[in-house]
Structure formats: C-alpha cells, structure tokens
C-alpha cells in the first residue's frame, strides 16, 4: 500500500508556471506507474499525464503537451509535474495516482491509490 502527499499547488498569472510534487511513503515506489490527473470546476476528472515505473516511458493528454513535463525521482519517492505556459482552463485541483501493474492508463479506475489533490488556480 502506498499513501501519496501533493504539493505545489497555487495562484498563478496565466503564462506562469508550477511544479506540483507528489511525495509517496513506503518501500514500492519504483515499481507503481504513476499518473496526474485533474478536475475542473464542474468536470469530471481527466487524465493529464502517466509515467512508467523506470520513469523512461510517458504519456500526455493533448491538452497539455508541450507544456507539461511529468517526471519521478525513484530515490526520493516523489513524482513530479513541471508546468509551464499555464492557461485559465488548467485550473483545476490536481490528483496524483498509482496503480501497481499494466500500462500508463487514462482511466480513473485502473488506479488503486490516490493522493487528496492540490488546487491550481490560473487567473487572466
């Protein structure tokens, strides 16, 4: 089991950036795919972006490439989220999740476990 802490989140202009960390406890970091997600005002959660357990492979929704960096530190247990050129409709209160087998997924419910999220809040 692994329990996942985000941070990082806050008020930025638009054309800013963030880097939102998510710390896991535990041991099996490195071997948890692990996910970013978001839910806007009023939507429904979405996958944002997915990285592999060795951290070589990734995935991005449209919405965010080029813009957005997913990475992990396996050493220090925490995943990462660079994200630049922010826009007002990021705005969202964004998840971290782990899953322990398969794929990079888009799906919310291929994920077991899930942090409590951070706000990220992008003003015009």
């Known amino acids: 089991q692994v329990q996942l802490v985000e941070s990082g989140g806050g008020l930025v202009q638009a054309g800013g950036s963030l880097r939102l960390s998510c710390a896991a406890s535990?041991?099996?970091?490195?071997?948890?795919?692990m996910a970013w997600f978001r839910q806007g005002p009023g939507k429904e959660r979405e996958f944002v972006a997915g990285?592999?357990?060795?951290?070589?492979?990734?995935r991005y929704a449209d919405s965010v490439k080029g813009r957005f960096t997913i990475s992990r530190d396996n050493a220090k247990r925490t995943l990462y989220l660079q994200m630049n050129s922010l826009k007002p409709e990021d705005t969202a209160v964004y998840y971290c999740?782990?899953?322990?087998?398969?794929?990079?997924?888009?799906?919310?419910?291929?994920?077991?476990?899930w942090g409590q999220g951070t706000q990220v809040t992008v003003s015009s």
């Open positions: 999740a782990a899953r322990g087998i398969g794929i990079i997924s888009t799906d919310t419910d291929r994920y077991d476990y």
């Open positions: 990285i592999g357990s060795a951290g070589v492979y990734s």
């Open positions: 535990g041991n099996t970091f490195s071997t948890y795919i």
